[in-house]
């Protein structure tokens, strides 16, 4: 069992930043994948960025590329994300996820609660 922790959410003008945080616990951190997905209300769910366990590999939605940076500290036991140049349509609650690999075979198992972000314009 892995739980994650999310925090960072907040209200902020639009060309702002945030940084985004999510402690895990409960198993070997680096055995797993760790990301990010969004979602805003009447919206799918979707994803925003992903990071390997040795964090050698990250990948990101075309709609965060050049924004958004993805990092983890082992040490911490925890992942971030950088948000930077923050647009209204940025808005959504974050959610983290954690799986055993990276690749369509690895299920998304664990989340976390969520935490808002909300643009102003």
């Known amino acids: 069992q892995v739980q994650l922790v999310e925090s960072g959410g907040g209200l902020v003008q639009a060309g702002g930043s945030l940084r985004l945080s999510c402690a895990a616990s409960?198993?070997?951190?680096?055995?797993?994948?760790m990301g990010w997905f969004r979602q805003d209300p009447g919206k799918e769910r979707e994803f925003v960025a992903e990071i390997s366990g040795a964090g050698l590999s990250k990948y990101y939605a075309d709609s965060v590329k050049g924004r958004f940076t993805i990092s983890r500290d082992s040490a911490k036991n925890t992942i971030y994300l950088q948000m930077n140049s923050l647009k209204p349509e940025d808005s959504a609650v974050y959610y983290c996820?954690?799986?055993?690999?990276?690749?369509?075979?690895?299920?998304?198992?664990?989340w976390g609660q969520g935490t808002q972000v909300t643009v102003s314009s």
């Open positions: 409960g198993r070997t951190f680096s055995d797993y994948a």
């Open positions: 996820n954690a799986r055993r690999g990276i690749g369509p075979q690895y299920e998304y198992r664990y």
